[in-house]
């Protein structure tokens, strides 16, 4: 059975119990009563009367409509794996100082609270005491994006000594910026030792692509002594989530008798069906992890970019219970309303990117 038919299975029996347990026996029905007749008057009598009094209870349908402004809260993300260790590149031989260990560069990226629009349609009917509720709830649909890191640029060097001989007769370098080991934006993974050993490249003829392999221990040749760790770096990461709620309630109402100041009170049981859904996606590019082999001027962007898309929606289906209290005064109606379902939340994942282009 699909998830929707399994909903509306669960709906329509939560429906069936409420409405045979109300008093009357299949009087009180969701779109109507039995013994009950309007007058559906299009232009009604005006009504003369005191605005100081108390008004009476209002029997017939209904239709509501409320434009909201939500807070949508969630927890600031880590990106990257919280268990992965690293250490800084150990690029020169002889160095004084210890290499430094590296941790995940966004430890506390979006989402930030934010407030939303959406939007709530009620209708139904009251007769007497008794009545039924319909609720949709459409959004809030709130979105962040967060970007980190910088653009691509182009550092010249007028000397560099690599081979550490200091005798200023290593070529000029004009050395592509970001490069594999330097990029600004440290995301950790998982990784088995020695997965990421490889040799120093620097762009060696200013075309915006690494190619010429530097000899670490400067004994004249490239072998296992001059492989270097890499750290998963990048340049440009874009965090971007983007977070959509709606549903729909259907719940038999009994009002209470006004009190004797005027206000009302109503009880409301039945069903709801909510839907959460959350969309977090990743895109990061420059760093180890991308293709940097390709030039600047005929690359895809997307040829140069990580990414990964993790989506995840979480059906609640079950019953609800809320109470409503308001009170009008002349033109003005005060009121404040609760809900609570206890809901059996159905999740789905769905995880698609990219990495090591």
Excluded at 309 to 335: A, E, S
């Amino acid at each position: 059975m699909s998830l929707s038919s399994r909903v509306c299975y669960f709906l329509t029996a939560l429906l069936a119990m409420a409405a045979g347990g109300t008093a009357g026996a299949q009087v009180w029905q969701p779109f109507g009563t039995i013994d009950y007749t309007h007058d559906l008057q299009p232009f009604a009598p005006f009504e003369i009367r005191n605005f100081s009094d108390q008004p009476g209870q209002r029997n017939g349908y209904f239709f509501s409509w409320d434009a909201m402004y939500w807070a949508m809260t969630g927890e600031r993300n880590l990106i990257g794996s919280p268990n992965a260790q690293a250490y800084a590149m150990n690029l020169w031989p002889g160095t004084p100082f210890e290499r430094p260990q590296v941790f995940n560069g966004l430890e506390d990226s979006a989402p930030n609270a934010k407030f939303a629009n959406g939007l709530r349609y009620e209708f139904g009917y009251n007769v007497d005491h008794h009545g039924w509720l319909v609720s949709i709830l459409d959004g809030p649909k709130a979105s962040e994006i967060e970007e980190y890191g910088f653009a691509d640029e182009i550092f010249e060097h007028e000397w560099i000594d690599y081979d550490g001989n200091e005798d200023e007769e290593d070529p000029e370098i004009v050395t592509f910026h970001p490069h594999p080991n330097s990029g600004r934006v440290t995301i950790l993974f998982e990784m088995p030792p020695g997965y990421l050993d490889g040799f120093f490249f620097i762009d060696s003829d200013g075309d915006g692509s690494v190619d010429t392999p530097v000899d670490i221990n400067g004994d004249g040749l490239l072998t296992y002594d001059d492989l270097v760790s890499y750290l998963t770096t990048y340049d440009m990461v874009k965090v971007s989530n983007w977070t959509e709620m709606d549903g729909v309630e259907l719940m038999k109402t009994y009002r209470f008798k006004p009190t004797h100041r005027g206000s009302m009170v109503e009880f409301y049981y039945g069903a709801r069906y909510l839907r959460f859904r959350d969309d977090f996606r990743v895109d990061a590019s420059g760093g180890i992890l991308t293709d940097l082999n390709l030039p600047l001027a005929t690359a895809d962007y997307d040829d140069r970019t990580d990414y990964w898309n993790t989506i995840i929606d979480n059906h609640i289906v079950g019953p609800q219970v809320g109470l409503k209290w308001y009170h009008q005064k002349g033109r003005w109606t005060i009121n404040t309303q609760g809900r609570f379902t206890f809901g059996y939340n159905i999740q789905d994942h769905d995880q698609t990117g990219r990495l090591g282009t």
